[in-house]
C-alpha cells in the first residue's frame, strides 16, 4: 500500500522580491513573532544571500521589535539626531523630502552592521522606503568607473554642530554626554582611519572623512558599492563630496552612479508590522518623499554578533 505523502506545513514561507532578490518572510500562522521564529545564524545567512529581510504579517509589537534587535546584536546605536522611543529604537522623522540612498552613518567614523526598520502605521500613499542593493552596482559600473573606486578613496566634508558631535561620540565611545570634550574629537582622529575632526568655534566642529565608497559586506564577505555619496543629510549640512585629494568627481561619474543605483532601487510599500533589516555594508536605504505625514515608522542601528568591530 502507498503511504499518503504528507506535506509539511512551514510556520512561514520565503517569496524573494522579483528583480530585485531581497529576501521576503511572509508568516503563515496568526500570532507568529519574528522574535520567536529566527536566531541569528537564520538572519545573518539570509543577509549574507539577499543584503536585506522583510518580514511580513508577523505579530509583533513594538516592544518584540526592540527585543529582536537586541537579540541579534552585540550593541545597539542610535542616530544622534533623533529622539529614543524605547530602549533600542527611535522614531524617524526626517522631513518630508524625498532622501536619496545612504549608507547609515556612511559619512561619520562609525557605521552599524546592520539597519533595522519596524512599521506601527503606514501610510496610505507612496512614502516608500527604497532600497538598493550596492553588490548588484557595482557588478554593474563600467569597468572604468569601477577602477576608479578601486583605487581612489572618497572624501566627506563638512561642519556639524557640536552639541551632534557630542552626543554620537557619547553613544560610540559608551561615555556620558557630559563628559564628552575636544579630547575625545582628538582619541578619534587618531583611532578612526580618515576621520579629521577639528573644532571651529563653540558651536561648529568641521569633520573630514576619507573612505572607499566599496566596502566589504560583514555577511557576504562581498565588496559592494555602499556608500552615502546620494544621501542627504536631512539633520545636517550637506557634506562636500570629492576625491580623497579634493578633486572633483567628474558629472560623468555622478551621472553613472545615479542611474545605476535607480535602476537598481526596489521601493518597499509598508505594511503595518512589517520589520525590515538591512546589511548596512552592502544595502543602501533611503525614502520616497513623505506623501502621507500619519506613517509612523521607527529604526534602530547595531553591530552584529561576532562582527570585527566589536
Ligand atoms: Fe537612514
Redesign the pocket.
Known sequence: MLNKVQSVVFPFYRQPVPCYGFECVYAVESGLRVSDSINSETLYGDLAHSGAVIYRDFADTLEDFNNLVSAHSSRVTF?PARKAATSNTAE?E?GVYE?GL?R?NGNLPFNPDL?WFYCLEPALVGSETTMCDGWRVLFELSAKTRKHFETRDIRYVRRIPWANVKRFLSIELNLPIEDITDEHLYQVNEHVKGQAYQRIDQNLISSEFVVSALEISRFSGRKAFCNSML?PSVNYEPPLITWADGEDISLDIWDEIKEITARNTYSHFWKKGDIVVIDNTRVM??RRRLDDTSRRIF?AQSYRHGGSSQ
Open positions: 542616530d524617524i526626517a532622501m545612504h547609515e539597519q544621501g536605504h533611503g529604526g
